[in-house]
């Protein structure tokens, strides 16, 4: 089965109006005519800005993370409904430095990820095992019961908006990439796990990004593989020549 791949730039805690509309104009160049899907996901504040500075093309936009509350009494929360006025196309749920910064559990993940779809948006869920967790030979084990988690309540129809980006948390920001092979297996246990809790039809529709130092040097070597279908990239999505060498790996 042939499935687009899809290239998303997560931008984190980089990022002011100037600077993200001045990446946007290099990046919409460079990306026209490609067959690839591909977002980027700046901060809250710069959301309207790129919003703007993409009009008209084909880059998608996304927010990084949203609240589990509609509104009510969150100090410093962006509600669906605000991301929503902004045009926002896509959510990112469940980043590890989510998890890890902010005690994001599977179950505010699966809470967000509900609203998120029940608003009409499209979700990338992120999920991965941490270093200890891969060195107790855990890692199938850790996917497995997250995706599970995550996707508590969510109907076969919902996996058409929804990316599930494999993230081994050792291998964000550090250098360190999991061999394609190694990542591969991961999206195989994700597929299953998706056949086992819907249908074959569905897992195999899926989009599975990985992510975790992704960068133009390696980024090859891990779309050969079977069931990676694109990736979610953090520090090399801040440079307009690295993550258009990533999005435009086959050319
Ligand atoms: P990285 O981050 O590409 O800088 O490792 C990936 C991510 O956190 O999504």
Redesign the pocket.
């Known amino acids: 089965m042939t499935r687009q791949k899809f290239f998303a730039g997560?931008w984190?805690l980089w990022g002011t109006q100037a600077e993200a509309k001045a990446l946007i104009a290099a990046l919409a160049t460079g990306i026209q005519g490609s067959k690839h899907r591909i977002l980027v996901a700046p901060p809250y504040t710069a959301l309207a800005a790129v919003k703007q500075a993409v009009k008209g093309g084909p880059i998608l936009v996304g927010a990084q993370d949203c609240s589990a509350l509609e509104s009510g009494a969150r100090t410093g929360e962006i509600s669906v409904g605000m991301l929503k006025e902004l045009g926002v196309d896509v959510i990112i749920l469940g980043?590890?430095?989510r998890r890890q910064f902010h005690n994001e559990t599977d179950k505010l993940v699966n809470d967000k990820l509900k609203l998120a779809l029940k608003h009409g948006f499209e979700v990338i869920y992120?999920n991965g095992e941490t270093l200890a967790e891969r060195e107790a030979g855990k890692a199938s084990e850790v996917v497995i019961r997250q995706t599970k988690e995550a996707l508590a309540g969510l109907s076969e129809a919902d996996l058409g908006r929804l990316t599930i980006?494999y993230?081994p948390v050792w291998?964000?920001?550090?250098g360190k990439t999991a061999t394609p092979k190694d990542a591969n297996d991961i999206h195989q246990v994700i597929r299953k796990t998706i056949a086992e809790l819907y249908t074959k039809k569905a897992a195999d529709a899926i989009i599975i990004q990985y992510?975790?130092?992704?960068k133009p040097d390696n980024v090859k070597e891990l779309m050969a593989m079977s069931d990676i279908d694109g990736a979610?990239?953090?520090?090399?999505?801040l440079k307009a020549d690295s993550f258009l060498a990533i999005c435009t790996f086959d050319k």
């Open positions: 997560n984190k980043h590890s430095e992120c980006a993230e291998a964000i920001g550090t992510g975790g130092s992704v979610l990239v953090g520090g090399a999505s």
